[in-house]
């Protein structure tokens, strides 16, 4: 059975940093592209960020670029976003998503997705 285990989040201060990781198991994804959504109370889900199957190609939404970084393991079968700089405006649940193509993901397709971990940033 496929899962993806978000970690990381927690309550920071406008201008801190949170690192979020995503485990996986029941599966490798070495050859996937893996990516971070969130999405916020009375919003829309939001791509934040994507990176494809060998790390060598990434994509950040405009809000988050410069801010944070997304990184991937393969080795251990993990994902990972770095994210400083926080805003208000960050606060939302971050969630893991993995999806066998690189534009896949960069349109909201995925194949396996996450529980979420909340980030809340206070202002």
């Known amino acids: 059975q496929v899962q993806l285990v978000e970690s990381g989040g927690g309550l920071v201060q406008a201008g801190g940093s949170l690192s979020l990781s995503c485990a996986a198991s029941?599966?490798?994804?070495?050859?996937?592209?893996m990516g971070w959504f969130r999405q916020a109370p009375g919003k829309e889900r939001e791509l934040v960020a994507v990176?494809?199957?060998?790390?060598?190609?990434?994509y950040y939404a405009f809000s988050v670029k410069g801010r944070f970084t997304i990184s991937r393991d393969n080795a251990k079968n993990t994902l990972d976003l770095q994210m400083n700089g926080l805003k208000a405006e960050d606060t939302a649940v971050y969630y893991c998503?993995?999806?066998?193509?690189?534009?896949?993901?960069?349109?909201?397709?995925?194949?396996?997705w996450g529980q979420g971990t909340q980030v809340t940033v206070s202002s």
């Open positions: 990176i494809n199957w060998s790390g060598s190609s990434t």
């Open positions: 998503a993995v999806g066998q193509y690189y534009n896949d993901l960069l349109h909201g397709g995925y194949e396996y």
């Open positions: 029941g599966r490798t994804f070495s050859s996937y592209a």
